[in-house]
């Protein structure tokens, strides 16, 4: 046990030392990368903990965030989300995954979307819209090394729609986790968007590490047998250090489970320079079995809210299928 903490204050040490000493870096080269929405972090979940899930990584939201974490996919899980953004930007993300004895593979989509009017003149209204945006498409793989830790990829095609301009591209993630102390303590490590765009642009690569630690209770049933434990609390810390175009951020959230069915969750992004989309989260989550035809089937939807006096205020609605 002592080890396994002496592991993650280590790895959590060498991050921060790393990421303060490439600040000043990262901040010259700030906005050059090309394919933003790469950026987009999906699942009302993670966003409700302040965008902290690389170290916990335990449901198909992984399969953005850390690869590895989908050997925790028992079945087969789907979910999808929309996130209402500022200045009518609408970001969607699709994510599936299905265990096939010791792997498991999913199939993943992001994408970003907003209409821009096209005028000649000085008119009210525009000759024209057109539809501009870019979607990344991508398989992933997870496979359990050893009893405590699995790794995973995801290999992405990347395809930007500008008005007058076509741009593709393919990319790749690649994360570990290790769940110690009994599965009460996660770390997490993953590189996302590694890879080339045409036209020579830069992708949004970066290195996200972070540390998970859950409580829970096990519970008995009417018949007083054991039944899968319940998850009460968890807590979430991740150090975001892109290598290309930004400054690195620090991610803090709580998730606390009522019954099982209720979650409370809240979070906080603490940037290394004057971002205004620092600040806190909110979200909920609701989770129950189908009932009659569908009672094999498990239901989660879950909410996330960021307020935000600069930009707007950003809103995602997620569902999470379990079957």
Same mark, same amino acid.
């Given at each position: 046990?002592?080890?396994?903490?002496?592991? @993650?204050?280590?790895?959590?040490?060498?991050?921060?030392?790393?990421?303060?000493?490439?600040?000043?870096?990262?901040?010259?080269?700030?906005?050059? @990368?090309?394919? @933003?929405?790469?950026?987009?972090?999906?699942?009302?979940?993670?966003?409700?903990?302040?965008?902290?899930?690389?170290?916990?990584?335990?449901?198909?939201?992984?399969?953005?965030?850390?690869?590895?974490?989908?050997?925790?996919?028992?079945?087969?899980?789907?979910?999808?989300?929309?996130?209402?953004?500022?200045?009518?930007?609408?970001?969607?993300?699709?994510?599936?995954? $299905?265990?096939?004895?010791?792997?498991?593979?999913?199939?993943?989509?992001?994408?970003?979307?907003?209409?821009?009017?096209?005028r000649?003149?000085?008119?009210?209204?525009?000759?024209?819209?057109?539809?501009?945006?870019?979607?990344?498409?991508?398989?992933?793989?997870? !496979?359990?090394?050893?009893?405590?830790?699995?790794?995973?990829?995801?290999?992405?095609?990347?395809?930007?729609?500008?008005?007058? $301009? /076509?741009?593709y591209?393919?990319?790749?993630?690649?994360?570990?986790?290790?769940?110690?102390?009994? /599965?009460?303590?996660?770390?997490?490590?993953?590189? $996302?968007?590694?890879g080339?765009?045409?036209?020579?642009? /830069?992708?949004?690569?970066?290195l996200?590490?972070?540390?998970? !630690?859950?409580?829970?209770?096990?519970?008995?049933?009417?018949?007083?047998?054991?039944?899968?434990?319940?998850?009460?609390?968890?807590?979430?810390?991740?150090?975001?250090?892109?290598?290309?175009?930004?400054?690195?951020?620090?991610?803090?959230?709580?998730?606390?489970?009522? !019954?099982?069915?209720?979650?409370?969750?809240?979070? !906080?992004?603490?940037?290394?320079?004057?971002?205004?989309?620092?600040?806190?989260?909110?979200?909920?989550?609701?989770?129950?079995?189908?009932?009659?035809?569908?009672?094999?089937?498990?239901? $989660?939807?879950?909410?996330?809210?960021?307020?935000?006096?600069?930009v707007? /205020?950003s809103?995602?609605?997620?569902?999470?299928?379990?079957?």
């Amino acid at each position: 046990m002592q080890k396994s903490v002496v592991v @993650a204050v280590v790895i959590l040490t060498l991050l921060l030392s790393v990421s303060q000493s490439f600040a000043a870096d990262i901040h010259d080269s700030a906005g050059t @990368a090309g394919a @933003a929405f790469l950026k987009i972090e999906p699942g009302s979940r993670p966003v409700g903990m302040g965008g902290a899930f690389t170290g916990l990584a335990n449901d198909i939201n992984t399969i953005f965030w850390n690869p590895a974490g989908l050997t925790s996919v028992h079945t087969r899980e789907l979910t999808a989300m929309q996130h209402f953004s500022f200045v009518d930007i609408n970001n969607q993300s699709i994510g599936y995954a $299905q265990r096939t004895k010791q792997f498991v593979w999913g199939a993943s989509f992001l994408g970003s979307f907003t209409e821009i009017e096209r005028r000649i003149g000085p008119t009210e209204t525009p000759d024209s819209t057109v539809t501009v945006g870019g979607f990344a498409t991508g398989l992933s793989l997870a !496979y359990p090394l050893a009893t405590t830790t699995s790794i995973g990829g995801t290999a992405k095609l990347i395809s930007q729609q500008l008005d007058i $301009q /076509n741009i593709y591209g393919v990319a790749a993630d690649i994360g570990v986790i290790s769940r110690l102390m009994d /599965n009460h303590l996660g770390i997490g490590l993953t590189i $996302q968007n590694a890879g080339v765009l045409s036209g020579g642009e /830069n992708l949004p690569i970066a290195l996200r590490a972070g540390l998970a !630690y859950r409580t829970w209770k096990q519970t008995e049933d009417e018949d007083e047998e054991a039944v899968p434990p319940r998850e009460v609390w968890a807590f979430v810390a991740d150090a975001h250090l892109p290598l290309i175009d930004a400054n690195p951020s620090f991610h803090i959230g709580v998730e606390r489970w009522f !019954y099982d069915i209720v979650a409370a969750r809240v979070g !906080y992004r603490i940037g290394l320079n004057e971002n205004p989309s620092d600040g806190l989260s909110i979200g909920i989550g609701v989770r129950r079995g189908g009932l009659d035809s569908l009672a094999n089937i498990d239901f $989660q939807f879950d909410y996330a809210f960021v307020p935000d006096a600069y930009v707007g /205020n950003s809103h995602r609605i997620s569902v999470i299928t379990r079957f």
